[in-house]
């Protein structure tokens, strides 16, 4: 078992973006993978708890002289005739990308549907641009509204597909919604909550958030948080599950490796600012939990470490850190060494801004790889999780999803608190491999 899955199936071969489908107790896990030099399959695992995955390998394969395939979704049938269950991805075969359905009575076996092509509509998008991976919502006069990774014209203002489907195999699109704060990019999914539709859209790398009041738009960039993701992962989904709305995404380690990240809950607070957040089904991956104890501090060095810890199948860390108590106190935060007297620095200020820093354990040499603001108030002490597993990191303050990071070596099992701590907050500790 491992924190972070991967496949390892030769047919699979490294995969890329990943979506979510649960039906009767079972959470199928599909995504674009490649065994050769492109794109070229679609593979799946599947899971009875949603954290422990069991791989079936490829169910698509790309079709004979096509280059590469791209990513998809899954959905019900939206009416009462043929397969229970609808695919969608997409075939690059010169000179254009197009998207194809697939149908399964199973969501395991799964049939081409060749005769179910949807082509670029070239009155709004350009013939030849993205059209990729479709995203369904369930349309109030019945079918599907569906929205996709495309092209539009030049003076639509719009960045990405937009259509409608009766029978979720035939689709047709409508003129591209004006997209206000945001470039050229994906469309990873979108869902309403309450009674605004947000979109995580995949624009320079990173996943932001784009809100609307009604289908069709227009999509204004969010307000607050507007930055899901960046850095060592991307591409989010919209998991629709009996727990409540998840999220998934993928992790990229340094060396090109790319991982699925830990289940996340996409939490909306007043403000209507959609969050990512621990999902409570993780629990079930504390395994064994392992004795901690925390060294004093000492004169020479802002870290106070633990006792080193067994990392070799993964960690899950928890405790208290009091944070500054003004703008111009120092910084705290936790160390995770990943080389002899190296190692990141996760840093917070007084309003819970965090900085990941490459830096020695007495200071020196600091790098700041990435500043994340996640434009929220903390408590004064802070619970703080830490996810480990060889390079990959994920860390939260009070079950909000700060960031995910990629170490440039294996963490070594070294841990520590920076800038001292709070009275009891040794007792507070926990881990579990």
């Known amino acids: 078992?491992?924190?972070?899955?991967?496949?390892?199936?030769?047919?699979?071969?490294?995969?890329w973006d990943t979506w979510l489908y649960w039906c009767q107790g079972t959470y199928?896990?599909?995504?674009?993978?490649?065994?050769?030099?492109?794109?070229?399959?679609?593979?799946?695992?599947?899971?009875?708890?949603?954290?422990?995955?069991?791989?079936?390998?490829?169910?698509?394969?790309?079709?004979?002289?096509?280059?590469?395939?791209?990513?998809?979704?899954?959905?019900?049938?939206?009416?009462?005739?043929?397969?229970?269950?609808?695919?969608?991805?997409?075939?690059?075969?010169?000179?254009?990308?197009?998207?194809?359905?697939?149908?399964?009575?199973?969501?395991?076996?799964?049939?081409r549907r060749d005769d179910c092509e949807f082509v670029q509509e070239e009155n709004?998008?350009?013939?030849?641009?993205?059209?990729?991976?479709?995203?369904?919502?369930?349309?109030?006069?019945?079918?599907?509204?569906?929205?996709?990774?495309?092209?539009?014209?030049?003076?639509?203002?719009?960045?990405?597909?937009?259509?409608?489907?009766?029978?979720?195999l035939h689709w047709a699109a409508l003129p591209p919604p004006q997209v206000h704060g945001a470039g050229e990019g994906e469309v990873g999914a979108i869902e309403r909550l309450g009674e605004r539709y947000y979109m995580m859209f995949g624009c320079q790398g990173s996943m932001?958030?784009?809100?609307?009041?009604?289908?069709?738009?227009?999509?204004?960039?969010?307000?607050?948080n507007r930055i899901l993701l960046a850095g060592h992962t991307y591409f989010s989904r919209f998991f629709p599950s009996p727990?409540?709305?998840l999220v998934n995404h993928h992790a990229i380690a340094r060396d090109g490796m790319v991982y699925m990240g830990l289940l996340k809950r996409a939490q909306l607070d007043g403000e209507g600012t959609l969050r990512l957040g621990w999902w409570e089904g993780n629990e079930q991956l504390k395994?064994?939990?392992?004795?901690?104890?925390?060294?004093?501090?000492?004169?020479?060095t802002p870290v106070r470490f633990l006792q080193p810890l067994e990392i070799s199948e993964g960690l899950i860390l928890e405790g208290r850190l009091q944070l500054p108590a003004h703008a111009?106190?120092?910084?705290?935060?936790?160390?995770?060494?990943?080389?002899?007297?190296?190692?990141?620095?996760l840093l917070f200020d007084a309003q819970g801004r965090a900085e990941c820093v490459l830096v020695g354990e007495k200071g020196e040499a600091a790098v700041v790889e990435t500043r994340v603001d996640r434009e929220y108030i903390f408590p004064a002490v802070v619970r703080w999780r830490l996810v480990v597993e060889s390079t990959l990191v994920e860390i939260?303050?009070?079950?909000?999803?700060?960031?995910?990071?990629?170490?440039?070596?294996?963490?070594?099992?070294?841990?520590?608190?920076?800038e001292g701590d709070i009275p009891g907050s040794a007792e507070a500790l926990g881990a579990w491999k």
């Open 328 to 345: 111009f106190a120092p910084r705290r935060g936790l160390y995770l060494e990943y080389q002899a007297q190296r190692g990141l620095a």
């Open 124 to 168: 709004g998008y350009e013939p030849q641009g993205r059209w990729d991976c479709i995203w369904p919502l369930p349309r109030p006069a019945g079918g599907l509204y569906g929205y996709w990774t495309a092209t539009p014209k030049f003076g639509t203002n719009g960045r990405f597909g937009f259509g409608r489907s009766a029978d979720g």
């Open 208 to 224: 932001m958030t784009l809100v609307a009041d009604q289908p069709e738009g227009p999509f204004h960039a969010a307000a607050k």
């Open 396 to 418: 939260y303050l009070e079950d909000l999803l700060i960031e995910c990071f990629s170490l440039p070596a294996p963490a070594t099992g070294r841990f520590g608190l920076i």
């Open 287 to 300: 395994r064994t939990p392992l004795p901690v104890s925390l060294a004093p501090a000492t004169p020479d």
């Open 28 to 111: 199928y896990l599909y995504y674009l993978a490649r065994s050769g030099e492109a794109w070229d399959n679609i593979s799946l695992a599947t899971s009875a708890d949603g954290v422990c995955w069991q791989e079936l390998g490829p169910i698509l394969t790309k079709s004979p002289g096509v280059t590469w395939m791209g990513t998809g979704s899954t959905w019900k049938n939206p009416t009462a005739t043929g397969a229970s269950f609808q695919l969608n991805f997409s075939e690059w075969k010169g000179p254009r990308q197009t998207i194809f359905l697939a149908e399964s009575d199973d969501l395991v076996h799964w049939r």
């Open 243 to 245: 727990q409540g709305l």
């Open 1 to 15: 078992m491992r924190l972070f899955y991967a496949p390892a199936h030769r047919d699979t071969g490294i995969m």
